[in-house]
């Protein structure tokens, strides 16, 4: 990931060539990505056999058994992984699966090597090829099996990706398959410095296995600590490496100024109480409760009441031709929630058009987006977006917008009530509606949530996501939240003509009717925390739509802004537009501890970040909470589980809610 401005592009996706049997062969390498003859068995002997597996997973003292791999390819390592574990583990392990690819398989490519496996591996191949990510650079996550089996994919370069990972100065993990193209076509994936980070972020007794027998390799690793060892090979291959961490490497001193990282990790949580049933609360509690965590979700009134009680919402992203931050994440936080809302709808949990649709949002280019260049980034991934002129969006969206602009295949609308409840139907998760306001504070290493009346609850840690209200708790006055007022308006869908199929994003937004209601918005008034409706904000609503679609302008016109129903709500906002997710600061502490930074901002404090034990964060959504939420609630759970964070290091950074403090010593010291 670049933050710095650079052009955005996708990744280049990977060219191929295919044997007569249907194996695939990498055109730029010249190499088989496995056996044509038994890609599967291949698979077993070198990496799950040369691992040692199944037999450790049964031998395994922790709740998850983790796996790192280097060249993810066609996910064959991955698949027969997975099954193998659901066949031969015990059922209470949990699989987290990392993977990094530069050069991913295009979608198509990907389904083509899954019609080539045998039938015990055409579920999960499906499944795979279901929640496939474009070739978007950063991490993407994908469930499996109710959220037992995690995968990680970072699309991006290895030695970055490790680096990356390595910063955090955690021993995550148990088995390393490294497969790569071979060391003499593909040198990169076999330098030697990627066998230090390996060696950094392996636990005790972590495991290496590759079907290389190439000597460079086997001295690298055994420099790295990992004793090695030949064994057969699979085929025609004579040998093969495998070899177990026996001399694990010091940790390595802290980089820069490590002032997102808590200084000390906790273990993973039993329980969390979760303050707030939006939909923010509501991600949050599913995540942790998938790893195995026990929920306490406390509402102070019904559930998707206040900022998540809209009829509909948009799942929405904004697109740049440069990178930065705010845009880096929110397309990977927008890429993650389509995969999570999809889920609810194949589970059932949801049901289309009732709930929600995710066929596609139309996205009118205004006057800040660069349509022109977008495009050419945007032609080798139409599964990501496309440019329409204004006649192809109206095949699309059945009405003509004013203008050209985007179309969002992964996006839809939904009713977020609906969203909230279905994600905290799952199991391990207690609802407490209607409780009131809570007074939440930490007691004997414990967080306490009491309520009016005595009633009381308890847990290991907690997650503040009360939007506007999360300052009022547990001593976070601190947090520069603002009320952000909108002001959504509804007219019956015979006030215009035409047939609005998809959501259409503009100035404003309008979804399509739902139960013969349109609903469209929304009004944007920051620091106004009035909850009452407005005649002249319903008018700006109509006059906003009327723009969009000029075939309706003459009837919304003509409508009387006092006879439109609506809803006035609250959104909860940061100065940065960035939502807050992750560990509470302790402030003093923290100002204390990077006082320095006041006087030269560049200065290096090689010390971790002091903060409250167990309290995180998910707040400041802002009116992009449908799609920011699941990606905010995966990186808090992985951050509270010690897991490897679902975002790059610098991205995960950026939603630190340590950084307005952070801030703040900086300017303090009158450095730009």
Known sequence: MDPQQAPWRPLATAELDWEPGGAPRSRRYGDIYFSPDDGPAESRHVFLAGSGLPRRWRQHDAPVFRVGELGFGTGLNFLVTLAALQREAPAGLRLHYWAVEAEPLRAEDLARCARALPPSLAAPA????AQYPPPVPGVHRLCFDDGRIVLDLYWGDAAAALADLASHGRRWFDAWYLDGFAPARNAALWEEALWRDLARLSRPGATVATFTAAGRVRRGL????????RREGFGAKRESLHGQLASPPPAAAEDGTPWDLPENPAPAPSSALIVGGGIAGACAAAAL?????????????????????NAQGVLFTRLSHRHAPLTDIALLAYLDAARSYRALFDAGRLRAGDDGELDGCFHMAGPKVRL?????????????????????????????PAAG?????????????AACRALLAGSGITLVEHCGEVALAREDGRWRALAEGGRHWSADIAVVAAGVTSADLADLHWLPLRPIRGQVSALPAAAVTGNLRAPFCHSGYVTPPRDGILNFGASFAPGDADRSLRRDEHRHNLEALADAVPAWAPALRAVDAASVAGRAELRCGAPDYLPLAGPAPVPAAFRERYAGLSRNARAAVPARAPCVPGLYLSTGHGSRGLSSAPLAAELIASQACDEPPPLPRPLARALAPARFILRELIRAGGTP
């Open 126 to 129: 499906a499944t795979l090829a």
């Open 222 to 229: 055994a420099a790295a600590g990992f004793a090695m060892a």
């Open 289 to 309: 409760a998938r790893r195995g965590v026990a929920v306490t979700v406390l509402e102070a009134g019904p559930v998707a009441g206040r900022g998540s009680g």
């Open 405 to 417: 602009g985007l179309w969002l295949p992964h996006s839809g609308w939904l009713h977020p009530a």
């Open 372 to 400: 022109d260049q977008l495009a050419p980034a945007l032609a080798a991934v139409p599964e990501l977006a496309e440019v329409l002129d204004p006649a192809a969006a109206a095949e699309r969206l059945g009405v003509t």
